[in-house]
């Protein structure tokens, strides 16, 4: 069975601070997605990134960028002087291929709280 | 714009009665998903459709129900045979270009409330 795992459940940062939200997955697959989404208050999951399991090549978009270790099953995500607009529950998901279908398993999230 | 349309937004139900979910896609998405979401959890699959006609239980089906008439429309209903019905629901959709899942989006959601 699928399962990821945020252990961070809550975390609070002043602005410009670096943060690091980890994630740990674990599947029996050999190709699989790695995505990681926002949800701000307002409810809606924002997409942040989708990586393949071929690709550990890590990644960097702006104040964004993700650590993927295939060796130690992370898929880690870091923002760079976070902002207030940064605040919001952040997953990361884990995907299983049905035909045409792509189930996710999602963590239960972490909780970003940035303050100025 | 492409996107996924849930509606309502907010729904209230009084105990024991059934009620239907909307989600339209005009992305031309083969699949589409219904997720569930707890306070302070993670989203749960209830369930998928791969094509037209047909769909699949996800982790947590019991009490719901599903159908696939259109490739854009995907409704679920909440039965009175859920025994806590109160969550947010998110509907989304994706496809494959070759290998590749693509665009796998999310729906605004609609909190329901049942009382």
């Known amino acids: 069975a699928q399962k990821v795992t945020q252990a961070q459940t809550e975390i609070s940062v002043v602005e410009k601070e670096d943060v690091t939200l980890d994630c740990v997955y674990e599947t029996r697959d050999t190709t699989y997605y790695l995505f990681w989404y926002k949800q701000p208050p307002s409810g809606e999951l924002v997409f942040l990134i989708r990586r393949n399991s071929f690709d550990e090549q890590n990644e960097i978009s702006g104040r964004y960028s993700w650590n993927f270790q295939k060796s130690t099953s992370s898929f880690n995500f870091t923002i760079t002087a976070s902002q207030v607009v940064d605040s919001a529950v952040y997953f990361c998901a884990l995907s299983d291929r049905t035909g045409t279908a792509s189930k996710l398993t999602f963590g239960t999230g972490t909780r970003l709280q940035v303050t100025l | ?115």
């Not at chain 2, 849930?6 to 105990?15: A, C, D, G, I, N």
């Not at chain 2, 429309?73 to 909440?78: K, M, Y």
């Open chain 2, 1 to 115: 714009d492409g996107g996924i349309t849930q509606s309502p937004k907010y729904l209230f139900r009084k105990e024991g009665q059934n009620v239907t979910l909307s989600c339209e896609q005009n992305l031309n998405h083969d699949a589409m998903y219904w997720y569930r979401q707890d306070p302070g959890q993670g989203l749960r699959l209830i369930y998928y459709s791969q094509i037209v006609n047909d769909f699949q239980k996800g982790d947590i089906a019991e009490g719901y129900s599903v159908s696939r008439e259109k490739k854009e429309s995907f409704p679920l209903t909440v039965t009175s045979a859920q025994k806590n019905p109160t969550a947010f629901y998110l509907c989304a959709s994706s496809t494959y270009r070759g290998q590749v899942v693509y665009g796998y989006t999310f729906g605004s959601g609609t909190r329901l409330t049942v009382v």
